[in-house]
């Protein structure tokens, strides 16, 4: 079975509208009750510190495994590069190593490229992921790209921001850290691309996309809320899931022993269970024919 990497990854942030308050003193306890609620309530405020804490050892911890893989991933990327001067223009080019990273996007998430995608990601180089520790924690999914015809930049970068920390006003709801926030960059489309880039955007959904993500408006009430709030929901996912599965597991994305980790992970999950099930039954069955 497949080991993921970071066993308690950040939750995504969900902001419901507000419920009826509701405290242990419209339950039906007994001043002592209430009294050892209260008790056992601040016992599990010491163990969220603890988690808290744990949570901060864990980003400290892979930020000094960091420069480790990055040495691994220089590597990956010097192998790439050396193939692609070697070879350009020899192979086929939606099949060719030359295009790793194109395939490997398309192996991972599919749905987030279009064919006129397919042209520009063709320029991309690299993938990498950063973490930053301090004063935030947040982390950079970074595109890096070789120049090319469609835009000046020669890095696009997502960052998702993460709360690590209890809100004050409801400490015991605390559930781990939690990505509440992601911010884009400004893509500087050279200009004979820029107007076929909006022409584009008016026929289909874009890779690029990916670069403007949707404002959460304040307001819960917003008739606009649950379309946004879902929308980012996904984008979340997508991040962490670009940062912990398809960068350091691009090689078997690309070859094809692996595709959608979520989904292949869900069903393996889902199987086992139901075999766990079965075995079950079979031996509470076993049980009754005795």
Known sequence: METVRNRNPPRVKYTAPPKPEES?????????????I???????????????????????????YEDKHNIIFDKRKKILDEFR???????????????????????SYTEFISKKDEKILECLSDIRSRLYNDPVVKFDIQFHFDPNDHFTNTVLTKTYFLNCLPDPEDPLAYDGAEIYKCEGCVINWKPSKD?????????EPSFFDFFS???????????????????????FELGFYLKERVIPKAVIFFTGEIADCQSSSGSETESEDT????????????????
């Open 24 to 36: 242990t003193t419209d339950l039906k306890f007994t001043e002592n009750e209430k009294k050892t």
């Open 275 to 290: 075999e766990d099930e079965l075995d079950g039954e079979e031996e509470s069955s076993y049980g009754n024919d005795k």
């Open 195 to 203: 107007q076929a880039k909006n022409e584009n955007h008016l026929e």
């Open 213 to 235: 993500p949707p404002l959460l408006p304040d307001d819960t009430e917003d008739a606009n809320y649950c379309d946004v709030n879902a929308i980012l929901q996904n984008d």
């Open 85 to 107: 001067k070697q070879n350009h223009g020899d192979t086929e080019s939606s099949q060719s190593v030359p295009n790793f990273w194109l395939k490997v996007l398309k192996a």
């Open 38 to 64: 209260t008790d056992l309530k601040q016992l599990y405020l010491e163990t969220i510190n603890l988690d808290v804490a744990l949570q901060r050892d864990i980003y400290n911890m892979e930020k000094k």
